[in-house]
Structures are given as C-alpha cells and as structure tokens.
C-alpha cells in the first residue's frame, strides 16, 4: 500500500500503512532501529535527521490527516517547533483556553521578549479575524481543553483568505482531542495540524510523543520544522514511534467504544442533580462537568471513583477524570469545579456506577 492511497477508508490506512515491504519471509511490523549513525553515502547519516520506524508512524498519521507528518519529542516539542516559526518580536494570537501548556509557553516567550500574545474567544470569528491583522501565527484548538470549546475552523480559514490574503498568519491547529477520525483540519485550509500522540493515538498512557502535520501546499514549512527538529534535538526515540504506531493500528476501535459511551454517559450527566453543567460538544471520547459543592466538591468526586483514575492526560482505555485547576498553569477562567473526563474503553455501566456513586 502506497503513501498516498487514499482510496482505502481511514480504519484500514490505519491498520495498513507503515508496515516493510511485503516479500516472502519479511518481518510485518517495521523493526525499531536503534542506531544513531549510518555507513557514509546513503540517504541518511546520522539519527538526529531520521529514523525508519519515525517515518512508519510518519506515513500512517501524514495519510490520515492528509499532509507530511514529523514526529517529535511529545506534542509540546511539536506546539515549541510550531511557535518556533514566528521571527523574534512576532505575533502570536491564541484562544483563552488552549492546553495550559501551550499556554506556559506562550507566557514565557512573551516575558522573555520573544513575541507578543493576543489572545481571543475560541467561538468568536470575527473577533479572531481581526486579531490577526499583522499576526505571524494563529493557533487553535477545538474542541479546547479543558473548556469544550468550538471554533468554526473553516469560516476562520476562509475569512483570513479573504481579509488578509498572502499576509495571512500561519494557521496551526491543535487535533489531540478529535485525532484526524474525528476532523482534518488541513481539509479546512489549515497549514499545520499538531498532535500530542501520547493522548488518543498512542492510547495506552505508557509513551510521550508529538507530532506537526503540514499540508501539502506548504513544504516551505514542513522544510523549516524539520529543521528545527534536527537542530533542536527535538526527537523522539525509536521505541517511542514504535510504540505509537502500535497504538494507532486501534486508534479507530478504542475512539469507537469511547465515543459511544461518552454520548452515554453525557445523557444522563445532563440530568444528573450534581452535575451543574456538561460541557460535550456531542462527538469524542472527551467531556467536562462542572460539579456542585465547588472545589471541595470537585475534589471529593475525584477522590470517590475507584474505576475512574484522578490524573492528569486523556486519550487512553483507561477512564481518567481531573480537576484541571489544580494546576497553577491553568487560567482563572476555567471553573475551579470543573472535571474533564476522559472516557476509556472499559464497560459504560460500570463507568456510570462509579461515577454516579461519587457524584452522589
Ligand atoms: C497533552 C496535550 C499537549 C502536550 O502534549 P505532550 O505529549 O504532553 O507534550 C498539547 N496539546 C493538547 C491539546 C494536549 O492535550
């Protein structure tokens, strides 16, 4: 199966790609190449530049997002090399509520001096339009984390095409949440998607990983990331991809289960007398409630659930719930009792009994 072969379904990419070439005896997995140099006068030479089972896991997730894949250290050594594309004393305009990481890092560049902020509503176009004006970098993330947050992607794109023309910012967007089954922005005009694989696609909770995935009408950037990768050092290992490639094989069967049982337990969450306000935007495996009782509240559920494992980070068949303001990066607008909610794979019945136990 080639790179490009977009006639088979999304599953089956997912299943089918990054595997060696098929010949009698050959292995079916690519092998994890753990070597930092290669003999002089081949195409590579040294494993800060590439590494084969990096350009596996690079070939699945480029073809299911639709753009040239590099993967990184984690998803912030991606977020860093994406906001490394804004020249000394540029702009940046982000939502309010984005990843708090992105967030730390977007402060400290700022109080470095580096680049200046404008920060914006993930819901409202026409103000991020015209935040934009003179703007290098435009970051989103919908749905945002923690808030549950949409951004109408395509009406942005289209809008800083009409409005700003050649002068338009880069556009990146942040898909860890809805992972390339759930949307692919590159389709809406988004010059670069950004994934932390250590959330959905890796799946497990068990490896870090990152990666930025350019369109195909920009190899200007994808040129200058995998640059800054190599001369950053922002790599990831051999195991790592590997481990991530695995991950992906099941990304559809585990997204699957994960949303079915969202959409479950968010009916009954709605009506639920603890729950003050659900926050889903009705697809993935992800949600957030605000819960009575405030932080002491919110703090006594997390401690309540058994199945349900209060820490930090998404995307795994486990169940996780957090209140996300217990981290000092997180900003005062997210509420203090809010609990995002990651919901694995195990059985929806169990997972509303333990919850429901706690919440009452
Ligand atoms: C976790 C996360 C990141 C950071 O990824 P790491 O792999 O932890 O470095 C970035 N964006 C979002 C939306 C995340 O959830």
Redesign the pocket.
Known sequence: MSHDDGLYAPATRAVALGRPERHPGAPVNVPVTFSSTYVADGEVSYARTSNPTWEAVEEVLGSLEGGRALAFA????A?AAVVGLVPVGGVVVAPRH??N??TGLLDELRAAGALSVRRVEAEDVSGTLAACEGADLLLI?SPS?PMMELADVPAVVRGLRERYAEARPVVAA?N??ATPLGQQPLTWGVDVV?H????YLAGHSDV???AAVVSPERPDLLERLHTYRSLRGAIPGPMEAWLVLRGIRTLHLRLERAEASAQVLAGRLVDHPAVERLRYPGFGGMLSIEVAGGVEGAERVCRATRLWTHST??GGVESQIERRRRHPLEVETVPENLLRLSVGVEDVEDLWRDLDRALT
């Open positions: 984690s998803g912030m050594g977020v984005v990843y990481g992105t993330e984390n942040d860890t949440f950004i932390s694989a250590t959330k870090l990983l990152g980070s998404l």
